[in-house]
Structures are given as C-alpha cells and as structure tokens.
Nanobody
Framework: QVQLVESGGGLVQAGGSLRLSCAAS????????MGWFRQAPGNEREFVAA????????YYADSVKGRFTISRDNAKNTVYLQMNSLKPEDTAIYYC????????????????WGQGTQVTVSS
C-alpha cells in the first residue's frame, strides 16, 4: 500500500509560481503512474496532470497546459507539480494519486491518494 503526502501549497499572487511535491512511502513508487488532481469548493475533483511510471509520458488538462509541469524522481520517491503563471481559478486543494492503470484522466482510476494541499491564488 502506497502512502502519499503532499506539500508546497500556499498563498501566491496571480502570475506567481509554486512547486508542489508528493512524497511516497511504502509500496514500490517506481511501479506507479502518478497524477495530480484538484478540487475547488462546490466543484468535482478534476484532473490536472499525470506522468507514467517511467516518466516518459506526461498528460495535462487543457486548462493548465503550458503553465504546469509534472515530473518525478524515482530515486526520491517523489512527484512534483511546477505551477507557473498561476491564476485565481487555479485556487483549489491539490491531491496527488497513484495508479497501476492507464486511465490517467479519471479519479476513479487511482488507488491511492494523499490528503491534499491548499493552493490559493489571489488576484
């Protein structure tokens, strides 16, 4: 069973940057593809980005493409989400998740979730 802990959230002005980290423990991190999702109040959890277990392929929601970058360091059991040019609409709780499947865009495809980290972007 993989345990995931996110960090790096906070308050930032529009146009600023944040880097989220998600550290994994237990299980074999390198076997899992990893995703980032977010959930704003009153909204459903939505896909943000994903990276395959090898790191060779990445996927992004249209709303973040060109601004966010997902990466991973299997030696450190950590996945990252670099967020640039942040907008107020990026405000949400950000979750990382792990999957052995291939349905990267769908939350139900992920088996393990972190507790989330709050990102707030002020205008």
């Amino acid at each position: 069973q993989v345990q995931l802990v996110e960090s790096g959230g906070g308050l930032v002005q529009a146009g600023g940057s944040l880097r989220l980290s998600c550290a994994a423990s237990r299980g074999t991190f390198s076997a899992y593809s990893m995703g980032w999702f977010r959930q704003a109040p009153g909204n459903e959890r939505e896909f943000v980005a994903a990276i395959t277990w090898t790191g060779d392929n990445t996927y992004y929601a249209d709303s973040v493409k060109g601004r966010f970058t997902i990466s991973r360091d299997n030696a450190k059991n950590t996945v990252y989400l670099q967020m640039n040019s942040l907008k107020p609409e990026d405000t949400a709780i950000y979750y990382c998740a792990a999957t052995l499947g291939v349905s990267f865009n769908y939350a139900r495809g992920y088996s393990y979730w972190g507790q989330g980290t709050q990102v707030t972007v002020s205008s």
